[in-house]
């Protein structure tokens, strides 16, 4: 990882050379002379280190410094003062700089520490990209389903090629996010893992949230800020809820997907990040697409891998292990002593359907370890008429409602609910309801 350095000094005899050392030292090295040249610096891009001398041409380092650590809170900045001037040092230390030099500046000196600063930068980096990994390796657990088994070894081979999109669809609550952070994790060596919620988000700030913005892009913009499409480089941008982006914003998606490059909102320049996008909904997006609400050839460009997360009520294979390793998970922190399940709360388990899926099973998992207190956990919530959720009506299902209909009318509509079903493919459809083509046609009402 290369560290980028901000160097303010006004002596150019001192600035080059020392530039000079830093740029050998493997540092990414910009200058300034003046607290003017520095904010247009900070402005243009964000340094992971400023080394600032306290006596400018136009202020104080010292003064300045609660302005930059205000604008850049993540930079470690380094404060150059006089010979014995212990007083600014401290004064230094208590605005927030993680270190001092005192002039004359030895060019080892500089260096080493640097070096340190650039270290600390590194280490926290390291730790933010560890409780990532953390976070998701400690949610999957080993599944026993077919059809989730099926699900890990598509992704298990789409980790192999690093850039293409893929797309997640499933119900809500499947555990999407958890399946992106594992794609994430089945690249070694690679960048962050950022996630955006895209429903979360006001339509007047999508595109600086995802793109970033130059200073001066809008009345609040007072430096330029990188976006997450920049901050997932090298690594993966889950986009979460994909479906609901605005369609303005659905052709600047397909512009980086296609390319791998993308400007800043008020910018003129083009960047690139090699991110890879996945995206999840939990919407049809080929109804929404008919309905002009998203673009057909974003989906398609997203689809070149499709992966569907299978319900809880799917892998049943999994619903208790599952829920052993999140009781274990809640009584960790919620302070509690590990607790098991009675032999009427297994059963309780294997009927209940989880129209919330993973979701829903930690959330009863988290009353009943609140409210419950005995040895083991009964899990009474999941007894219908006990003021748990009421049995849900399966979602896939089928239903006619209204008065009686004649049988040709209500084949017709279950051709349709069919073909809903597999996403308008119509030979898939045909096959699944075990009846030729020109038959299927006719049944549709099309022939």
């Known amino acids: 990882m290369t560290t980028s350095l901000l160097l303010v000094d006004d002596d150019r005899t001192f600035s080059s050379l020392a530039a000079s050392v830093l740029t050998q030292e493997g540092f990414q090295v910009r200058t300034a002379r003046s607290l003017h040249e520095t904010r247009t610096a900070l402005a243009r891009e964000a340094p992971d280190l400023v080394i600032l001398d306290r006596r400018l041409p136009d202020g104080d380092g010292l003064t300045f410094l609660p302005e930059l650590r205000a604008q850049l809170p993540g930079t470690v900045v380094l404060l150059v003062t006089a010979h014995g001037d212990i007083a600014s040092a401290v004064e230094a230390i208590k605005a927030g700089a993680r270190d001092y030099l005192a002039k004359p500046v030895e060019l080892d000196d500089l260096v080493l520490r640097a070096r340190r600063a650039a270290q600390d930068v590194q280490l926290q980096e390291r730790l933010r990209r560890a409780e990532s990994t953390l976070e998701g390796r400690r949610r999957l657990m080993v599944s026993h389903s077919p059809a989730m088994q099926n699900t890990l070894r598509m992704l298990e081979r789409i980790a192999t090629s ?4 893929v797309l997640l669809l499933g119900e809500t ?4 996010e958890v399946l992106a952070r594992h794609l994430h994790l089945l690249r070694e060596e690679q960048g962050p893992f950022v996630h955006v919620n895209c429903a979360a988000l006001p339509d007047t700030m999508v595109e600086s949230e995802l793109f970033g913005y130059e200073r001066g892009a809008f009345t609040d913009a007072r430096t330029a800020r990188r976006g997450l499409v920049e ?3 090298g690594g993966l941008l889950f986009l979460d809820e994909v479906g609901e982006l605005p369609l303005p914003l ?11 490059a993308f400007r800043r909102l008020g910018g003129s320049s083009e960047l690139s990040s090699s991110a890879r996008v996945v995206a999840a909904t939990n919407r049809h997006l080929t109804e929404e697409v008919a309905a002009g609400r998203f ?3 974003l989906y398609f460009r997203l689809s070149v891998f499709k992966v569907e997360v ?6 049943r294979e999994d619903v208790l292990p599952l829920a052993e390793s999140l009781v274990a998970e809640l009584c960790a922190e919620l302070g509690r002593r590990p607790v098991g399940f009675s032999a009427a709360a297994r059963a309780r388990l294997e009927r209940y359907p989880f129209p919330g899926n993973v979701r829903e099973l930690r959330n009863v998992l988290e009353r009943a370890l609140v409210l419950e207190s005995g040895p083991a956990l009964e899990l ?4 219908p008429g006990t003021g748990g959720p009421p049995p849900p009506a399966d979602p896939n299902a089928f239903v006619v409602a209204g008065p009686p209909r004649p049988l040709d009318e209500v084949e017709r509509l279950y051709v349709r609910h069919v073909l809903e079903r597999l996403e308008g493919r119509r030979m898939d459809a045909a096959r699944a309801l075990g009846i030729s083509y020109p038959t299927f046609l006719r049944r549709l009402g099309e022939e």
């Not at 009474?380 to 007894?383: D, F, M, N, P």
């Open 310 to 315: 299978p319900p809880l009520r799917a892998r």
């Open 380 to 383: 009474e919530a999941l007894v």
């Open 295 to 297: 673009r057909e050839d």
């Open 162 to 165: 690093p850039r293409s999109p």
């Open 173 to 176: 609550g499947v555990g999407k």
């Open 231 to 233: 901050v997932a480089n």
């Open 250 to 260: 659905q052709a600047k998606l397909l512009t980086f997907l296609d390319k791998g």
